[in-house]
Structures are given as C-alpha cells and as structure tokens.
C-alpha cells in the first residue's frame, strides 16, 4: 500500500468520523428534536454529514488525486457548499429564535398565524436558501464539474468571479453581520434589564431550561467566531486575486464556465509548491468542521438527559436483538476480609453490645429529660404527679447500670481468648 502524502493522515480521517458520530448521538436527544429548537437542529443534521463524507473522502484520496467516483464527487461538493450556507444560517435562526424567548417570555408563539409564518422564515433558512445557493447559484458559477486534491478529495470548484463572491461566498458574512447587529444587542439588554424576570421564567419553563438557554447562546457566538472572521478573510483574499488581473471581470460567461467541465486534480506536490499560507488555509479551512462538532457535544452530548436518550436507544437496540441490559446499580463494598467470611472480630462485638446499650441509655434519658420538662412547662390546671418521671428516671440507671455490667462482661471474656505471652 502507498503511503499517505499528508503526513497528518490519519488524524483529521479519525475526527470527522468520530465528530459525526457525536453528532448523531446528539441528534437523538429529545432536546435537540425540540419545535423551538430547529436551528440547532439543522446545524447538527448538515455538520453530521458534512463531517462523514469529509472523513470518507479524505481516507479514499490519501494516496493519490485520481479523478474518479464521479456521483460521490457531484454529492459531496454540493454538500459542502450546502453545509457552508447551513452554519450561518443556523446562527442567525439561533440568536432570533432565543430573543424571541427572550422578549415574549415564552417558549411557544402568541398565535397560530405567528407560529406559521416563524415556520416559513426557520425552514427557508435554514434549508431553502442553502438548496438554492448549492444549485442553480453554484451551478451558474461553477468553473469545473469538481476538482482533486491529492490527499484531501474531491472539492467544489468556483471561477473566482465577483459573482461566485455574491452568490456563494457573502453568505459566510451577511447572516452572522445580521446576528451581530440585530439580535445579539437586543438579547444582551434584556438579559441586563430584566434579569430576575428572565431567570425566573427560565427556572419555571419545562421546556428550555436557564442552563439550556445559555448554551444555545454559547453555540451561537462559537459559531460566529468560527464563521464571520473566515468568511471575511476568504472574500478579502478572493477579492485580491480578482483586482490583480487585468481587467476586472464581474462575471466570465456561462460560457466561459462551462465549455470545459470536466473534473481536473492537483497533485500534493503542486498545493505545498504554491505557498504556506495557502496550504495552511486548507488545513484549517478543513479543521473547522470538526472543532464545531465537538463544541456542540461538549454542550449538548453530556448532559444528563443526553445520557438518559443514549440509554433509551441501548435499551431499544438491545430488545430487537432479545437482549434487555439491567439497570445499573452500585453493589455493598466491602473494605475487609471479616465481612467477606461473615465473621466479625471480637473488638466489633464489643463496640457493637456497647452502642446499642449506650443508644438504649440516651433513649430513656431524652424521656426522662422529656417527662420532666413536660411537668415544668404546665403553668395551670391541677399539677401532675412527679411519680412518672421518677419511675422514667429510675429505668434510665437501670439501662446505665445493665450496659456497665454487660461492658465488663465482654472484656473479660476477651481476656480469656487471647492467650498469655508465656503460654506459646
């Protein structure tokens, strides 16, 4: 077998697997499958299969650029420009749908009419527009059927226009802009103003809980972080090439585009040759997928009802195949041989007659104080006689002199098992 040209390899292969299995798991939590909660949703069904085709392209051209699987190559470069419009979109779904909560104090939305047409809005960003962006948009500026990169797969290819730049690129910028502008703002002065308000709102709310709330707001600024300062330094260098050609053209042609279509490939050799800065932007420009992924599992993955869904499908997996797995249960620990045998020592004995002796002791001596106190507290009617607490009292020496003898006893029948020194 022919080595892999990247010498990372397989490190990203293994963390993209491993990130869309977290994912998934995240995706069967009854939380995340929430009406209100369709933003994270979207973002953790694409990032999901983003992260698996990424994972599987990357191990099927580790050691070589050879243009093949053409249909895997159409549906995953279409994917990806899909997954790329989804990340920001689902942010700005996030940070509208938590104001929302935020300003109506309510997970649900005042009427029937609102709640449709907050439908309409969620799945046209969140699923619509990205359709579009990956079809007829991408299609209108896509330079070759895909391309090869050896070592890393099959990629999108755009013909670096200013048109590629409005269709495809700014929407790595406009809708995180919108989220940074709008409603983040709104969202921070209602959290200052109305602080206890909302805390208690959150506190009482069954559906989304304070701790819920603040880490689909934590999601939503990583996700910022992750895609507005990428998308604007991807539209800065694209805009540079542009301007260094002479002249300037907003759009080639259709075609232009499309006369040749065919797939090309770049060997491993050729992307290290043109620069260290251009492959470091590969590099991380690959990486941010999983990052993401395992951002949204330390949020969401771990919680203790995520764990409880993990163990409802164990459960349900476990029933097709007849296997019912018994609940967990922390058995008694045993910390000596003694108890493993089932006997005790004598010095357990001992301490054991005498705490039930002293336990029978502060009993009747709590009666007695009890019985006493009961005569001092009565302030009217004919006073009672003291012959109880007497007799309370009288009972109390008795346990006191019964656990004294008992004590005795025990010693000295320990003394007698264990031998004298000159008796060995």
Same mark, same amino acid.
């Given at each position: 077998?022919?080595?892999?040209? #990247?010498?990372?390899?397989?490190?990203?292969?293994?963390?993209? *697997?491993?990130?869309?299995?977290?994912?998934?798991?995240?995706?069967?939590?009854?939380?995340?499958?929430?009406?209100?909660?369709?933003?994270?949703?979207?973002?953790?069904?694409?990032?999901?299969?983003?992260?698996?085709?990424?994972?599987?392209?990357?191990?099927?051209?580790?050691?070589?650029? #050879?243009?093949?699987?053409?249909?895997?190559?159409?549906?995953?470069?279409?994917?990806?420009?899909?997954?790329?419009?989804?990340?920001?979109? +689902?942010?700005?779904?996030?940070?509208?749908?938590?104001?929302?909560?935020? !300003?109506?104090?309510?997970?649900?939305?005042? #009427?029937?009419?609102?709640?449709?047409?907050?439908?309409?809005?969620?799945?046209?960003?969140?699923?619509?527009?990205?359709?579009?962006?990956?079809?007829?948009?991408?299609? $209108?500026?896509?330079?070759?059927?895909?391309?090869?990169?050896? =070592?890393?797969?099959?990629?999108?290819?755009?013909?670096?226009?200013?048109?590629?730049?409005?269709? *495809?690129?700014?929407?790595?910028? *406009?809708?995180?802009?919108?989220?940074?502008?709008?409603?983040?703002?709104?969202?921070?002065?209602?959290?200052?103003?109305?602080?206890?308000?909302?805390?208690?709102?959150?506190?009482?709310?069954?559906?989304?809980?304070?701790?819920?709330?603040?880490?689909?707001?934590?999601?939503?600024?990583?996700?910022?972080?992750?895609?507005?300062?990428?998308?604007?330094?991807?539209?800065?260098? +694209?805009?540079?090439?542009?301007?260094? *050609?002479?002249?300037?053209?907003?759009?080639?042609?259709?075609?232009?585009?499309?006369?040749?279509?065919?797939?090309?490939?770049?060997?491993?050799?050729?992307?290290?040759?043109? =620069?260290?800065?251009?492959?470091?932007?590969?590099?991380?420009?690959?990486?941010?997928?999983?990052?993401?992924?395992?951002?949204?599992?330390?949020?969401?993955?771990?919680?203790?009802?995520?764990?409880?869904?993990?163990?409802?499908?164990?459960?349900?997996?476990?029933?097709?195949?007849?296997?019912?797995?018994?609940?967990?249960?922390?058995?008694?620990?045993?910390?000596?041989?003694?108890?493993? !045998? =089932?006997?005790?020592?004598?010095? $357990?004995?001992?301490?054991?007659?005498?705490?039930?002796?002293?336990? !029978?002791?502060?009993?009747?001596?709590?009666?007695?104080?009890?019985?006493?106190?009961?005569?001092?507290?009565?302030?009217?009617?004919?006073?009672?006689?003291?012959?109880?607490?007497?007799?309370?009292?009288?009972?109390?020496?008795?346990?006191?002199?019964? +656990?004294?003898?008992?004590?005795?006893?025990?010693?000295?029948?320990?003394?007698?098992?264990?031998? +004298?020194?000159?008796?060995?």
């Amino acid at each position: 077998m022919v080595a892999a040209v #990247d010498p990372s390899y397989p490190l990203y292969s293994i963390a993209s *697997i491993l990130a869309a299995a977290m994912l998934l798991l995240v995706l069967l939590t009854s939380f995340i499958r929430q009406s209100w909660n369709l933003g994270v949703t979207f973002l953790c069904f694409w990032l999901f299969l983003e992260n698996l085709t990424n994972g599987i392209t990357t191990i099927i051209w580790a050691d070589n650029g #050879d243009v093949k699987l053409y249909v895997y190559c159409d549906i995953m470069t279409h994917l990806d420009v899909i997954s790329s419009v989804v990340k920001p979109m +689902a942010t700005l779904i996030i940070t509208r749908r938590l104001y929302l909560i935020t !300003s109506l104090r309510s997970v649900d939305l005042p #009427d029937t009419r609102a709640k449709h047409w907050n439908t309409v809005i969620e799945w046209t960003l969140g699923l619509a527009i990205p359709i579009i962006v990956a079809g007829p948009f991408y299609y $209108t500026v896509q330079s070759y059927r895909f391309y090869v990169f050896e =070592g890393f797969g099959c990629v999108n290819s755009l013909d670096g226009s200013i048109l590629s730049i409005l269709l *495809i690129w700014s929407w790595n910028v *406009i809708p995180p802009l919108l989220s940074v502008i709008i409603y983040y703002p709104r969202v921070a002065l209602l959290l200052y103003r109305q602080n206890q308000g909302i805390n208690r709102f959150l506190k009482s709310n069954h559906s989304v809980s304070r701790a819920n709330y603040f880490r689909i707001l934590a999601l939503a600024s990583i996700d910022i972080l992750f895609t507005l300062p990428v998308g604007i330094a991807n539209i800065a260098l +694209a805009m540079t090439r542009i301007l260094s *050609i002479d002249p300037v053209l907003f759009y080639g042609g259709w075609t232009a585009d499309h006369s040749d279509w065919e797939p090309s490939s770049q060997s491993y050799e050729v992307t290290v040759a043109e =620069g260290a800065s251009g492959l470091a932007q590969q590099y991380f420009a690959e990486w941010l997928s999983p990052v993401l992924a395992f951002v949204i599992f330390g949020l969401f993955g771990v919680t203790s009802e995520a764990r409880t869904s993990y163990w409802r499908v164990i459960y349900s997996v476990g029933s097709w195949f007849g296997w019912k797995p018994a609940p967990h249960t922390d058995g008694a620990r045993s910390t000596s041989g003694d108890i493993e !045998s =089932g006997e005790q020592p004598l010095d $357990t004995l001992l301490d054991s007659a005498l705490r039930s002796r002293f336990t !029978s002791q502060s009993v009747g001596s709590r009666t007695a104080n009890q019985t006493v106190g009961g005569e001092q507290k009565l302030e009217t009617g004919e006073p009672k006689s003291s012959s109880s607490a007497n007799i309370t009292i009288e009972a109390g020496q008795e346990v006191d002199n019964a +656990a004294l003898r008992d004590a005795d006893h025990l010693k000295l029948n320990s003394k007698e098992l264990v031998p +004298a020194e000159g008796a060995m």
